[in-house]
């Protein structure tokens, strides 16, 4: 027994003595034998140091990796880059996006109900008319569009494709003697007649005898909104029924074309020559607005307007009640005061007024020639376009106050509005406002195009 103690004593004094040797310096280390020599040691000393060098650092190693690990999943950062929930993040948003934006497939599918739902609406439109030049009488055509408004016949379309009537040093162009309406899958030609129609706004409405039509869905074009799908439907270049697609670019946009100012809905669906008085539609099916007129030129490309079916709908009343639009008159002829003249005499923005028609309101209230018509019901005006379109707002029979500027003061006149004469009122050309010389506009109807 004290054999094997002292057997044991030896061992152990062995064993630290060549641990202790391992701590020297030494060239040529042997780290198999130091790797023994410190087990053994560790396990020599277990009795008198192991919670001081085993136990407090494993702990302290635990509650290292805990809070390290709290710290990882409290930084959105590290959290992300650790488990990668960012690329899954963004993978589900865009999944959601997609189905909520945008579905390709259901964007298809609307298109095709769309068109479904409103080529049997839209009919195609020839005109027949008479060219004289120096070469003699020749008869050429016209092609256009066309809205069915009720089933037994009644048609809405652009004046300037109905109303060829035109003339220059070269040519005259005479008023269509033919107006053919082709419906929707039929061959049939129907002849149409003219029911009224209004040069101010660029309408005119068309009857065929025929019952059975399926008219469109007009919607309201004032709750349109920028960015919104749309669609063009009629027939551009003889392809008839050809639907387009594009976006709302901009309302309310002012432009010009032959003496008549539109407050239109800018498109990039492909207005073409032809699409003159077809639909533009909503993803709902809902007529929206008249396919009118485009900007044409070099370096030009998807800028097409469209007139706003609300601003139609009263106007298609009266020509379908009265074959014409009875609007409010004041009897006078104006221009706009330009900035330099403005600057240069001290004289406020409005419209000069240039004559004043003997006994009209205007004469009866005591306007005349020389004075600026700066306001209209307190709204300011610069142009005979303004005046016009707030004047238009009001009934015959109301009475509006204007503000008059002249020789350094304003004052208030007020004016009843009458009834429009027949005849082609001075006021009624004074309507056209110029457009910049940079800005390439054209009508796209097609017997313009004879001449280009």
């Known amino acids: ?35 023994e020599a410190s087990f053994k040691k560790s396990k020599a000393n277990v009795s008198g140091g192991f919670g001081k060098s085993v136990f407090v650092p494993f702990l302290s190693g635990i509650v290292g990796a805990i809070l390290v690990v709290g710290l990882c999943f409290g930084v959105p950062s590290i959290k992300d880059k650790l488990f990668n929930t960012n690329n899954r993040r963004l993978t589900t948003s865009s999944d959601s996006s997609a189905s909520a934006i945008l579905n390709t497939e259901d964007y298809a599918k609307t298109s095709s109900a769309v068109a479904e739902k409103v080529l049997p609406s839209v009919v195609g439109i020839k005109i027949k008319y008479k060219i004289t030049s120096f070469f003699g009488t020749s008869t050429a055509e016209g092609a256009g569009s066309g809205i069915i408004l009720t089933e037994d ?40 007649t003219v029911v009224g129609t209004d040069s101010y706004t660029d309408l005119a ?13 007009l919607g309201n074009s004032d709750n349109l909104k920028v960015g919104e799908f749309v669609f063009a439907i009629g027939n551009p270049l003889g392809l008839d029924y050809s639907v387009t697609s594009g976006i709302v670019s901009a309302l309310n946009r002012e432009v010009a074309s032959e003496g008549t100012t539109y407050y239109a ?21 809902e007529v929206v607005g008249i396919n009118t007129l485009k900007f044409a030129g070099s370096g030009v490309e998807g800028v097409g307007f469209a007139i706003p079916i609300s601003s139609t709908t009263a106007v298609v009343e009266q020509l379908i009640d009265h074959n014409s639009v009875i609007r409010p008159y004041i009897g006078i002829t104006g221009s706009s005061i330009s900035d330099e003249d403005a600057s240069k ?106 001449f280009r």
């Open 153 to 192: 016949g009644y048609i809405l379309t652009n004046n300037h494709v109905i109303s060829s009537e035109s003339s220059s040093s070269f040519y005259a162009i005479q008023e269509a003697s033919d107006i053919i309406v082709k419906l929707y899958n039929d061959d049939t030609e129907y002849k149409a």
């Open 345 to 450: 005499y001290s004289l406020p923005k409005g419209v000069y007024v240039e004559s004043v028609e003997k006994d009209s309101p205007a004469d009866k209230a005591g306007l005349v020639k020389g004075d600026i018509i700066t306001k209209i019901e307190g709204k300011n005006v610069s142009s005979i376009n303004e005046l016009n379109r707030i004047k238009y707002t009001y009934n015959i029979g109301d009475t509006v106050k204007l503000t008059v500027y002249k020789d350094g003061s304003e004052r208030e006149v007020n004016i009843k509005l009458v009834e429009m004469p027949e005849i082609e009122t001075t006021e009624q050309k004074a309507q056209e406002i110029e457009i910049p010389e940079d800005q390439s506009q054209s009508y796209d109807d097609s017997f313009f195009n004879l």
């Open 205 to 217: 409405v068309l009857k065929i005898e025929k019952d059975g039509l399926t008219p469109a869905v």
């Open 1 to 35: 027994m004290e054999n094997e103690n002292e057997n044991e004593n030896e061992s152990i004094k062995e064993t630290t003595h060549v641990e202790s040797s391992n701590f020297e310096p030494s060239s040529s280390p042997n780290y198999g034998h130091s790797t």
């Open 265 to 285: 809905i800018q498109t990039d669906a492909a207005i073409n020559t032809g699409n003159s008085g077809g639909a533009l539609v909503n993803i709902k099916g």
